[in-house]
């Protein structure tokens, strides 16, 4: 539930605020609850109403169960059985279809080396929930079916069914219990939304606006849940002008609603294409027919480029192979102080690979271009995000500052950040102006965002330079 009072109480004390989303999800403890009022807790809940209409088809069940052959439905019994016996059998296909995936998981965990004994241990006991049931969905099955045709015979012959019904009933409620306690996903985090406002001059410096349960969730259904939250948060007056996430959530900082805001997504794009165009088609691209044209044309390649292809393997003098000639066309597009990276990292290209890195880079430079057309400039930018339609302002979208310090951090502890010797470090450990301890040197604690500020703290500068 999106917490509007928060937000306007927000708004209230600060109207003129430039306010940031922040996202954060959180690890809780597992766990499946129903209380004496049948009432559902530790339930994965996206605010999509999911879990509301499998409690309200819960709840439902229930009430049919307990009335069953009771009062006015003792006359409607054969019908009510009908349905029951319709309900079971979307029981058994569906506990078939979850013990077998359940099943899968357990043999694909069980042959992996690394997998830990309490995961098997839980897939184990879940397998046997799904088995359990099913035996149990079978005999109601066979006694149902036992009761419905004794319901057509004469009175004398059908024996106590309104005893057999009654205990019908009892067996049936811890039945349906269990059994929607697997149709239930139990959340394992806490997404929490937060606002907080740009200048960050006064506490509390975020707020909780929204808080949602989940096990496991996308990058696009994040960004849905984002934009609701923005366009409460518009709907009311107040400006956004950013959205913060953890390291997690990587796409969410590289495309926008509409189109990339990163370079980076401009280059997984690229690649992500060229991996799914077959060798045979980016040689058809390449290769000019009996006209002077290429057989297939691609907007993206130049047909300068295919043609000086096709001069230098059709040279008169010493013709070059099409093999060697592709590698000599891949190195005369970068600048001779610079090689090509390899299509597959640490592997030499071959002459696929050489030719999907090709055609990656083609299409790379195709999107830069397209897009400045349309006034994104990726030739001057690695960022550009994108402006909101309303207030005219870039939304920026960010990772956590306190997980690019501790990548920093850990880059400079495994000493990558060239021009800094380590030993200084050492010296600094036994300086007591400094107030570095071993933990923050060694990076012991690797999520101790304290530690990560005394490696850097002014003093420990200060004594760098002097040395």
């Not at 109480?9 to 129903?34: F, M, N, Q, T, Y």
């Not at 049919?64 to 439905?73: A, H, S, W």
């Not at 106590?160 to 019908?168: H, K, M, P, Q, W």
């Not at 929204?210 to 923005?230: A, G, N, T, Y």
Request: glycine share 6%; proline share 4%; with cysteine.
């Amino acid at each position: 539930m999106l917490l509007l009072t928060v937000l306007k109480e927000a708004h209230k004390s600060h109207p003129s605020g430039r306010w940031w989303i922040k996202a954060d999800p959180c690890d809780v403890r597992k766990g499946l609850r129903e209380s004496l009022r049948y009432q559902w807790n530790g339930d994965e809940d996206l605010g999509d109403g999911a879990l509301q209409r499998l409690h309200t088809a819960y709840t439902k069940q229930r009430q049919f169960i307990t009335c069953l052959g009771l009062r006015e439905r003792e006359r409607i019994l054969s019908q009510d059985l009908d349905v029951v016996m319709s309900n079971f059998t979307e029981d058994e296909e569906f506990l078939k279809r979850g013990g077998e995936n359940v099943r899968k998981a357990y043999e694909e965990k069980r042959n992996k080396q690394k997998s830990s004994e309490a995961l098997l241990m839980t897939l184990a006991w879940d397998l046997t929930g799904f088995e359990e049931l099913l035996a149990q969905c079978l005999k109601f099955k066979e006694t149902v079916g036992n009761i419905k045709n004794r319901l057509s015979m004469p009175r004398s012959d059908q024996g106590n069914i309104r005893s057999e019904v009654s205990i019908l009933r009892k067996q049936l409620l811890p039945y349906t219990k269990d059994l929607y306690g697997k149709r239930r996903t139990a959340a394992t985090h806490l997404f929490v939304f937060m606002i907080a406002d740009e200048l960050r001059n006064m506490k509390p410096y975020a707020v909780p606006a929204r808080v949602l349960p989940f096990k496991s969730i996308s990058d696009q259904k994040v960004r849905e849940l984002e934009e609701e939250i923005r366009n409460a948060m518009t709907s009311i007056g107040m400006q956004v002008v950013g959205f913060v996430t953890d390291g997690e959530f990587s796409s969410l900082r590289t495309m926008g609603k509409s189109r990339p805001i990163s370079i980076i997504q401009l280059i997984s794009d690229a690649r992500a294409e060229a991996r799914a165009t077959s060798v045979k088609r980016i040689e058809s691209y390449l290769c000019l027919g009996r006209d002077g044209n290429p057989i297939c044309r691609h907007p993206a390649i130049p047909l300068v480029d295919v043609r000086w292809l096709h001069e230098c393997v059709n040279e008169d003098g010493v013709p070059v192979p099409f093999q060697e000639a592709i590698f000599r066309l891949q190195r005369r597009m970068f600048p001779h102080s610079h090689d090509p990276y390899p299509w597959v990292t640490g592997k030499e290209d071959t002459i696929s690979t050489c030719l999907k890195s090709i055609m990656a880079t083609y299409l790379f430079r195709e999107k830069v271009r397209s897009l400045k057309e349309m006034g994104v400039d990726f030739t001057q930018h690695l960022v550009v995000p994108e402006t909101d339609t309303q207030t005219g302002e870039f939304v920026h979208q960010r990772e956590d500052h306190n997980h690019l310090l501790k990548r920093i951090i850990n880059c400079l502890r495994e000493g990558q950040i060239p021009g800094l010797d380590l030993r200084y470090f050492r010296d600094a450990l036994h300086d007591p102006n400094t107030g570095l301890t071993y933990e923050a040197t060694t990076g012991r604690n690797k999520q101790s965002v304290p530690d990560c500020e005394k490696l850097i703290s002014p003093w420990s500068h200060r004594l760098h330079g002097n040395q």
